[in-house]
C-alpha cells in the first residue's frame, strides 16, 4: 500500500498550492499522518503532522506558511501552502509519523520560479 500524493506544480514565487493525499480509512483513522519533502540534494524531512485527534505541528520551515488539516470522511490529508519560494522547490510526500516504509509514494514534484 502506498499513499500517493497530488496537487503539486509550478508556481511563481509568492504563490499557493494544495496538496493532497488520499488513503484508506485503516491507516488514517489509526495513525498521525504527515506531510514530507525531499529538496534537491538533501534528506527527505518532515513539514507537519497532525494525530487523530487534530493535534499539528511544523517543522520551522513551515511555520506561518503552510497549513496541514485532515478531513476524516475522505481519508484525505492536505498541506495548504503559501507564501511560496525557491526554498520550497522539491518533491513533497504523505506518509505516517513516524514513517512506514511501505507508504512511501513517488509525492508530488513542487517547483517555484522566482
Known amino acids: 500500500v502506498q499513499l500517493q500524493a497530488s496537487g503539486g506544480g509550478l508556481v511563481q514565487a509568492g504563490g499557493s498550492l494544495r496538496l493532497s493525499c488520499a488513503g484508506s480509512r485503516s491507516i488514517f483513522d489509526s495513525h498521525v499522518m504527515a506531510w514530507y519533502r525531499q529538496l534537491p540534494g538533501k534528506p527527505r524531512e518532515l513539514v507537519a503532522f497532525?494525530?487523530?485527534?487534530?493535534?499539528?505541528s511544523y517543522a520551522d520551515a513551515a511555520k506561518g506558511r503552510f497549513t496541514i488539516s485532515r478531513d476524516i470522511a475522505k481519508n484525505t490529508v492536505y498541506l495548504q501552502m503559501q507564501s511560496l519560494s525557491p526554498d520550497d522547490i522539491g518533491v513533497y510526500y504523505c506518509n505516517t509519523y513516524p514513517s512506514t516504509q511501505t507508504y512511501w509514494g513517488q509525492g508530488t514534484l513542487v517547483t517555484v520560479s522566482s
Open positions: 497532525i494525530t487523530t485527534r487534530g493535534k499539528i
